[in-house]
């Protein structure tokens, strides 16, 4: 049979799956373990003949930005993206791989090191998933850049002077690539991070360089122009890849508006087309289409600066992401599970999204959401009601004071406050916190008909709604008048430790400092201390 393609045939003789290549005799055996499941000991006569529309489907995890998954629960996403047939994963690091001499930068940060990343990738290569690297070389490197080791390569001046905030660090983390050491820096951790993997394929992200040409390289950019500037650093780092016979991938936000730039790139470099709204355009897709710039569609997950990912968006996203990526012949998916600010969305909470993109990146033809929960009801959690992510997806879209609003408030000045109140209608919080509670218990009715080892779902549904309707109190609080609080605070505190809990099942110490002392932040202040906004720079509005 051609590579890729299994058959699955039951009769009275037995069960049998044939396939053209190993990947797809394992992809085969996962769906004759999900007519297991769903039929039991007896199973019903029948053929199958099946490919995938996609050769690549992707999952891509945010390791860097708050959280740094133990090396167990790697494996056990491994696990996961086998048995769905998804076959390839990236991690994004930024500065949580324990580099040489970055140790400035990774001392805080329970980093992974490079027997982590060698035994996850045997791990992945055993189930025939490519383990593709993936590291920040242009923007989004605020914690390299803020160190007193590389702040010169900061585009901003005085970096390392400036004490951390969430928001600040997400808007300002753009390498200074007018610095004669920047190209030098750069290539010298790709270089080393690289060898750690048997894929060919390396993402350089290159993505939301924000502070390009406004600082320490704008005299450059006045010269040459800043799309030039980008072009130049890009090239230089897919030229590299290249020569040592690696694929490059990078984001294409910056590029999708100039596609004929794309051009000046090595012609098999992947650009990575993202896009989050439920009914994203295709107009990013179609442009590099048209240019004949091989690329993946990129969705998302819906779970950063959310307790609970917003499934109702994810579901629609991946969809239409997909359906784009069918019609423009994109050669793969990959589907992006982000961890802005802190990190705070629980990975497994992820699940219904990571199986939407299984889903839609194996079949053309698209499946209703009702169809797709019930079937990760009773596959992914055992579920015999095929009721549970329905109660999920019900859980999810209730945060009337999200988290990103949250630490805008908090680090933000009085007008920046001010601003960030004025987008939040906070009159409806017992609304949301009664349909969160209604939420809850069905899942809690769901309980009982989860199989042994599948039950880990219901605490940590109960600590995450129990986190929803506590935010939303404190937004309600902050819109004032702001009366001292403490039963409030004694809440959050309470809470926190339970959340802490369920955080050290899957991930280790990580971003754990920066979030505690932000969530003793607000209970200071339910209690009536005063304290003051993070003492950093204006933040530019970029949306």
């Known amino acids: 049979m051609p590579a890729g393609r299994y058959t699955l045939t ?3 003789a037995g069960a049998r799956v044939a396939a053209g290549d190993d990947e797809a005799l394992c992809n085969g055996a996962q769906t004759l373990i999900q ?3 769903c039929a039991g000991a007896v199973l019903p006569a029948l053929g199958v003949e099946d490919w995938p529309d996609l050769p690549d489907r992707g999952y891509y995890l945010d390791c860097s930005r708050g959280r740094v998954p133990t090396l167990a629960r790697l494996k056990a996403v491994a696990d996961l993206l086998c048995r769905y047939k998804i076959n390839q994963w990236q991690l994004y690091i930024e500065h949580t791989y324990l580099f040489r001499n970055l140790s400035e930068a990774w001392r805080d940060g329970t980093p992974l090191t490079a027997d982590d990343i060698l035994e996850l990738d045997d791990y992945c290569a055993a189930r025939h998933i490519e383990l593709v690297p993936s590291l920040a070389s242009f923007g989004h490197m605020y914690k390299i850049l803020s160190t007193k080791t590389c702040c010169e390569l900061c585009e901003l001046p005085d970096s390392e002077k400036i004490p951390f905030g969430y928001a600040y660090a997400g808007a300002h983390h753009t390498l200074n690539v007018s610095h004669p050491r920047a190209l030098e820096f750069v290539l010298g ?4 991070y690289r060898p750690l993997f048997r894929s060919r394929k390396f993402n350089i992200c290159a993505d939301e360089t924000f502070d390009l040409g406004r600082g320490r390289s704008k005299a450059l950019a006045d010269e040459v122009g800043e799309k030039t500037l980008y072009i130049r650093h890009v090239k230089a780092l897919c030229d590299h890849l290249v020569a040592q016979g690696c694929t490059p991938m990078f984001w294409g936000d910056i590029l999708w508006r100039f596609p004929q730039s794309c051009a000046e790139l090595p012609p098999q470099t992947i650009c990575l087309n993202w896009g989050y709204r439920p009914d994203q355009p295709e107009d990013a897709i179609r442009a590099m289409a048209e240019q004949g710039i091989p690329q993946y569609a990129c969705p998302g997950v819906c779970g950063w600066n959310h307790w609970v990912p917003v499934y109702r968006d994810a579901y629609r996203n991946i969809r239409t992401m997909c359906a ?6 994109a050669v793969g998916l990959l589907n992006t599970d982000w961890g802005d600010y802190g990190h705070i969305n629980d990975p497994r909470l992820s699940l219904p999204g990571i199986l939407y993109g299984a889903a839609f990146g194996w079949d053309a033809c698209p499946a209703e959401q ?33 988290w990103a609003a949250a630490v805008h408030w908090l680090e933000g000045d009085d007008a920046r406050r001010a601003k960030v109140l004025a987008k939040l209608d906070l009159s409806g919080v017992a609304a949301a916190n009664a349909a969160v509670a209604a939420a809850r218990d069905r899942v809690l009715a769901c309980a009982a008909a989860l199989p042994a080892g599948h039950k880990e779902i219901v605490a940590l549904v109960c600590v995450t709604a129990e986190g929803v309707q506590l935010w939303n ?3 309600a609080w902050v819109a004032g008048p702001r009366q001292e609080n403490p039963a409030l605070a004694d809440r959050l505190e309470h809470w926190y430790a339970l959340y802490l809990a369920q955080w050290r099942q899957t991930s280790r110490e990580s971003g754990l400092p920066n979030l505690t002392r932000f969530i003793a932040r607000y209970a200071d202040l339910l209690r009536g201390r ?3 906004a993070v003492d950093t720079p204006a933040l530019p509005d970029f949306g």
């Open 370 to 402: 009702a169809e797709l929960n019930r079937a990760i009801s009773r596959l992914a959690y055992g579920d015999a009601t095929g009721t549970l992510a329905d109660a999920l997806t019900d859980l999810s879209g209730h945060e009337v004071f999200p």
């Open 324 to 329: 784009h990526a069918h019609k423009y012949r």
């Open 473 to 475: 109190e404190i937004g």
């Open 10 to 12: 039951v009769d009275p």
């Open 189 to 192: 951790l790709i270089d080393e």
């Open 35 to 37: 007519l297991v499941q």
């Open 530 to 532: 005063q304290v003051g």
